[in-house]
């Protein structure tokens, strides 16, 4: 059955560096998106990606994350300089019209 | 804007019992209703959704869940739950199938043996 992959499963970088989380969606999906859950807390949505552009985002992605669809196969959330509040467990998700959300098993990232 | 509720934060069943997990819905015009499961460290895996049609759709793991417009619910229900189905579950609400989905709080079920 078709994945939708995400690297690195766990990720810990010091506050105020930069950090990019993979994903590679399913090969024949049209839409992307980056869900977070800190833990403990519901999932939570950051942004939905459309025909190589941002359809929807959140109030949480502000200026410090963005992301990009670099080859036509990866995915990538970066957030430009990370806080404390940063960590949580980051969700990839892809789907064509009909099929509901793919999600990936998140990268795990830990900000100290 | 849309909003999911979830009553029951966490529910105990007998391993062969029956389960019902309440959602709540609130939006405006017809939604488009998942169920999901997660297991613990891992990712969110769809057990089932509604976009049209018939009210009772049918899921994943013997999984089935009812849209009733008339009390904004979309309850999750198993005739027999397994061990195996102890997990945390999200109800989620989205504006179209391929749009942003809002989710609930969760469900955690602990199924004794």
């Known amino acids: 059955e078709p994945e939708v992959t995400q690297t690195p499963s766990h990720q810990v970088t010091q506050m105020g560096q930069e950090v990019i989380l993979r994903c590679v969606p399913i090969?024949?999906?049209?839409?992307f998106y980056w869900y977070r859950q800190i833990l403990g807390q519901k999932v939570e949505f950051l942004v939905s990606?459309?025909?190589?552009?941002?359809?929807?985002k959140s109030e949480i992605f502000d200026d410090q994350f963005s992301v990009e669809r670099p080859d036509g196969s990866n995915f990538t959330l970066k957030i430009r300089s990370t806080k404390l509040e940063d960590s949580a467990m980051y969700f990839c998700?892809?789907?064509?019209?009909?099929?509901?959300?793919?999600f990936g098993s998140g990268t795990r990232l830990t900000v100290v | 804007a849309q909003s999911v509720t979830q009553p029951d934060i966490h529910i105990t069943v007998s391993e062969g019992a029956s389960l019902e997990l309440r959602c709540n819905y609130s939006?405006?015009?017809?939604?488009?209703l998942f169920w999901y499961v997660q297991s613990p460290g891992q990712g969110l895996q769809l057990l089932l959704k509604?976009?049209?049609?018939?009210?009772l759709v049918q899921g994943i793991k013997g999984f089935e869940a009812e849209f009733k417009r008339s009390q904004s619910s979309f309850n999750l229900r198993k005739p027999s739950v397994h061990w195996s189905d102890a997990a945390e579950y999200f109800c989620?609400?989205?504006?179209?199938?391929?749009?942003?989905?809002?989710f609930g709080d969760g469900t955690t079920l602990t199924v004794k043996p």
């Open positions: 509604y976009f049209s049609g018939d009210t």
């Open positions: 998700a892809s789907s064509i019209v009909g099929s509901g959300y793919t």
């Open positions: 939006y405006g015009a017809t939604p488009y």
């Open positions: 990606f459309y025909n190589n552009e941002i359809s929807e």
């Open positions: 090969s024949n999906h049209l839409y």
């Open positions: 989620a609400v989205g504006e179209y199938d391929a749009g942003k989905s809002t």
